[in-house]
């Protein structure tokens, strides 16, 4: 019963607000859950349940900047277990902060545009990949700024997630063109710089993000475009994988697809990894960071 | 002040000459006797050399054009530091014999100071240049001793090939009463500043019998060391812990003494044996620093006894918590990253690589192993014999067939000695370039390694600080012929055999320690919140 509660209220949490990032969603469900959760009894009880509530909520949407954001909410809260030892003062602490975690993170992305935005020159030619809102927030403030740029947007198959970001981009009155995924190697000589969203950032500072990504990035990499990734800090998750085939199979595919499917050999991946060796830096409300920075960072949210 | 005059004369000169003669251990006084003495003389012969020094450079100084008179007269004071760079007196005295300048100038004098020291560090490097300077010069940095009166130094064991150094270093064994051990062979030109050793000829032959000085257990140690008997970056540390607890296990505080200043003065020594037998590893180095923290932490009214097995419940303690469930927390994190059908290749005998294998395969994860082996310690046979034993299938190559190899592996296993703190890994020679073979093949390298190998120095290259080992060992008899049998008659021919080499942190995918898996260069943040934490 719970579980359904658990995740209709999140799904009506993404459709009042589309603009919300899922991983904010996801944290606005968890601490609703805490506010009414009454079975508690023991500290330990209330983190399995929060940690039991995190994987339905993987279940309803398998992104990786859930599962990322359910994590550090987890953290951020259990340090109160150490300070109060009564149950119901502590649960008190625990909603107070979760309440002020999630004020903080509401503001991540204007943060993070603010600080992108100046890499923007005036006259720049600018990539982007598929539909991410940081992204549209960094151009949007940088269009603000009263800068002339013009930006190629890739089709982004299978769900065609490029072509509503075109239309975004045209509703604000910036120039825009759709360009093929497989026209990006032809395209790139043209443009200055490559700017993408992240799903996720991995531990080595390296992202996860659409498929096609990993390709743009050896692109710009083969034409020495500088490759910038936005995201917010909550996106940080304490994975490491080697290559493609390392990532978990729980974030490859939709979430539809993992409970429907049988066999995931014959489904296409929805997201792909790129090796921090082809990024060049990483907008964050954290500040502006190398990919070998962003490990430090994660040591000091998660150690 | 340290210029408490002349010592009590040559009276107490012989009586520490009788007691070195007869080969009792020196007393504490004795011994600070003379310490005394030496640092008198060396104060001496400096000012001497400064006097010297100031007529000499005063011409060549006065050729330059003097932006303010104050910073002239800066720069002769400057100048006699250079000279005496080896001398360990905190460089402030020269500044004291300059000539005072007057008081108005003093707001002024600042950035006269700092000019000056900025002439005098080009001057250093002009005079370093010059034919007939002191090759001092390019060790210690002497504009930064202006700044702050402690002289970073080089490490001893890396300067073989300054004759100064060397005499230190053989004044302070005598100091210890330990043997010095001479070096075998001709040495390659580029690795002429290290020490090279001959295995048939063990420190311990020179030792009396019985040695007063050193504890046996710590004798036996020594020659393991050297002979190879204990070999492995964990093992050689754990048996040094042993033999530590065992030198507790026998210590009693003589009167009038403090256990935690006492029982450190008496590691030393041995510690200086250990090193000569054979150079410690940074892991042993981290080891004795704790200890040594250990120890001087015991408060003084502590009893003998409870002190004593304070001490060892420590030193088990460290064991257990750095090694032994260093080891398990590691193999839990690398059962990760291995996925059924993998082909993994090792190099040479890593005992925590072998420790992860064998927990994988007792967890059912199917692979197969390549173990990659090269001459002249064929440490790979050791690994191979431990892998089969447990039933892993294992193919065994020689590094020479790397490239062949290496289309069929998925992931490459290393283990390390150290792991420096610009994220360089410092492991067996031959690692390297297992690294770099499998970068390019795009072939992930994983790294795994305990923290308390984690160590504070910085190095770019392998020549800077290595071992070299016994340059016999290279040679082989086959067919009843040893090629090489004669090879120190050959004046042109020398014999290399290098034990480490460091791998460039790009060339390492990722580093599996017991806090979890961090990219290479995040090293440092690990060893500053390590800091944090002591």
């Known amino acids: 019963l719970e579980s359904l509660i ?34 508690g009894e023991t500290i330990l009880g209330l983190r399995e349940n929060l940690t039991q509530t995190i994987r339905r909520l993987e279940e309803a949407d398998s992104s990786v900047a859930v599962s990322s954001g359910g994590e550090l909410f987890l953290r951020f809260i259990s340090l109160t ?160 994988p080697l290559n493609q085939q390392d990532v978990p199979e729980r974030f490859k595919y939709k979430a539809d697809t993992l409970k429907a499917v049988e066999d995931l050999a014959e489904e296409h991946p929805m997201i792909d990894y790129t090796p921090p060796s082809l990024i060049t830096l990483l907008f964050t409300d954290l500040g502006v ?15 | 002040m340290a210029d408490c005059g002349e010592p009590d004369g040559p009276g107490n000169k012989d009586d520490i000459t009788r007691s070195k003669n007869e080969g009792k251990e020196l007393s504490k006084e004795e011994k600070q006797r003379l310490r005394k003495q030496k640092k008198q003389q060396k104060k001496q012969k400096e000012r001497k050399n400064e006097k010297s020094e100031t007529e000499k450079e005063k011409t060549p100084v006065s050729l330059l054009p003097p932006p303010r008179p104050v910073a002239t007269q800066k720069a002769p004071s400057a100048l006699p530091a250079p000279a005496s760079a080896p001398i360990p007196v905190p ?19 600042s950035k006269a100071e700092l000019k000056a020291e900025r002439r005098a560090r080009q001057e250093t490097d ?78 311990t032959q020179q030792l009396s019998i019985p040695s007063t000085v050193i504890h046996p257990s710590i004798v036996r140690l020594g020659l393991q060391y050297s002979q190879g008997i204990v070999a492995g970056s964990n093992a050689r540390s754990v048996a040094l812990l042993h033999a530590f607890k065992q030198v507790i296990r026998d210590y009693t505080t003589p009167p009038n003494e403090e256990l935690s200043r006492d029982l450190v003065n008496k590691l030393k020594p041995y510690i200086s044996f250990l090193n000569q037998c054979r150079p410690l590893s940074a892991s042993m180095g ?18 003998e006894e409870e002190a004593k097995t304070k001490l ?35 190099y ?41 034993q447990r039933g892993i299938s294992c193919t065994y190559v020689l590094i020479s067939a790397l490239s062949y190899i290496l289309p069929e592996v998925s992931k490459v296993f290393l283990g390390a000695h150290a792991l420096l703190a610009n994220g360089y890994v410092m492991s067996r020679v031959g690692t390297s370039q297992i690294a770099l073979v499998a970068r390019t093949f795009n072939v992930p390298v994983l790294v795994c390694c305990e923290t308390y190998k984690f160590c504070e120095k910085v190095q770019t290259d392998s020549f800077v600080s290595n071992e070299l080992d016994d340059p016999d060992d290279l040679m082989v008899t086959r067919k009843g012929k040893t090629q090489l049998e004669n090879w120190q008659d050959v004046s042109s021919l020398g014999l290399l055999n290098l034990v480490y080499d460091v791998t460039p942190p790009d060339f390492v995918d990722l580093v599996i320690t017991d806090l979890g898996m961090i990219p290479c260069t995040s090293v440092p943040v690990v060893l500053r919140v390590k800091n944090l934490d002591q």
């Open chain 1, 6 to 39: 658990c995740s209709k209220y999140f799904r009506t949490q993404v459709r009042q607000d589309p603009e919300v990032p899922s991983a904010v969603a996801a944290i606005r469900t968890l601490l609703e859950f805490l506010k009414r959760d009454q079975t």
């Open chain 1, 81 to 240: 277990s150490l300070e109060h030892p009564d149950l119901s003062q502590c649960k008190k602490v625990m909603v107070e902060r979760g309440e002020l975690f999630l004020k903080k993170i509401s503001l991540s992305r204007s943060k993070v545009a603010k600080l992108c935005h100046t890499f923007i020159k005036d006259g720049a030619k600018i990539l982007t990949h598929s539909s991410s809102r940081v992204v549209l927030k960094v151009l949007e403030s940088a269009a603000a700024d009263k800068k002339r740029f013009t930006v190629y947007v890739t089709e982004s198959q299978p769900d065609s997630a490029g072509r509503q970001m075109a239309d975004k981009l045209q509703n604000l009155n910036i120039p825009v063109t759709v360009v093929l995924d497989a026209a990006v190697g032809y395209i790139m000589e043209k443009v200055d710089l490559v700017i993408v969203g992240a799903e996720g950032v991995v531990e080595s500072g390296g992202i996860i993000n659409k498929i096609g990504t990993y390709q743009l990035a050896v692109c710009s990499k083969a034409h020495n475009k500088p490759f910038y990734v936005v995201a917010e800090s909550f996106k940080f998750v304490r994975l490491y």
């Open chain 1, 289 to 303: 960071l190398t990919p070998s920075a962003v490990s430090d960072e994660l040591i000091k949210l998660y150690l």
């Open chain 2, 91 to 109: 460089a402030s005295a020269p500044f004291h014999s300059s000539p005072a300048p007057s008081p108005a100038d003093k707001p002024a004098k």
């Open chain 2, 126 to 203: 002009r005079a370093a240049k010059q034919p007939g300077s002191s090759s001092s010069g390019i060790k210690t940095k002497v504009p930064l001793s202006e700044l702050n009166p402690v002289v970073k130094r080089l490490p001893e064991h890396v300067q073989v090939d300054d004759p100064a150094v060397v005499k230190r270093l053989a004044k302070k064994l005598e100091r210890q009463q330990i043997p010095l051990r001479s070096d075998y062979g001709y040495k390659v030109s580029l690795f002429s500043h290290l020490h090279q050793y001959s295995r048939k000829a063990p420190l």
């Open chain 2, 286 to 303: 981290n080891a004795i620093k704790y200890i040594k923290k250990e120890i001087s932490n015991i408060p003084s009214q502590c009893k």
């Open chain 2, 312 to 346: 060892l419940t420590c030193i088990d303690r460290y064991i257990e918590e750095k090694i032994v469930l260093a080891a398990k927390a590691i193999s839990k994190y690398a059962i990760e990253k291995i996925s059924d059908g993998d082909v993994i290749l090792v």
């Open chain 2, 348 to 388: 040479g005998c890593s005992s925590l690589v072998n420790n992860i294998l064998c927990e994988a395969f007792e967890k059912s994860r199917k692979f197969r192993v390549i173990v990659v082996d090269s001459r002249p310690r064929l440490e790979g046979r050791e690994a191979l014999r431990r892998l089969v």
